[in-house]
């Protein structure tokens, strides 16, 4: 009986830890520069919230560099938040 009682918290214990350690949301890559790819380069993606959000998909949204190559961090869609500053809109009437 005094194995149980000293088996049982210490199983609480390490679920607990491998519970919080699994459940971080923030990934480690997300706090270097961000780039996207355009289908044919990759090129700096801004700040998330202010130049870009990742939609929900499957697919990689932004990558890192590690050493000489690009690695994926967020995945969803890459979605620019405003246009491009040559785009502007015509004045309205």
């Known amino acids: 009986m005094n194995k149980a009682k ?8 390490v679920i607990g830890v491998l519970t919080a350690f699994g459940s971080t949301t923030k990934q480690a ?3 270097v520069p961000q780039y ?9 993606a801004g700040v998330l919230g202010k130049d870009y959000i990742c939609l929900n998909g499957t697919s990689t949204c932004t990558y890192y560099t590690a050493g000489n190559t690009y690695q994926p961090c967020q995945s969803g869609i890459y979605t620019p938040l405003h246009a491009n500053s040559s785009q502007k809109c015509p004045p309205n009437p």
């Open 6 to 13: 000293f088996v049982i918290p210490v199983i609480a214990i």
């Open 29 to 31: 890559c997300t706090g």
């Open 36 to 44: 996207y790819f355009n289908g044919s380069l990759y090129s700096p």
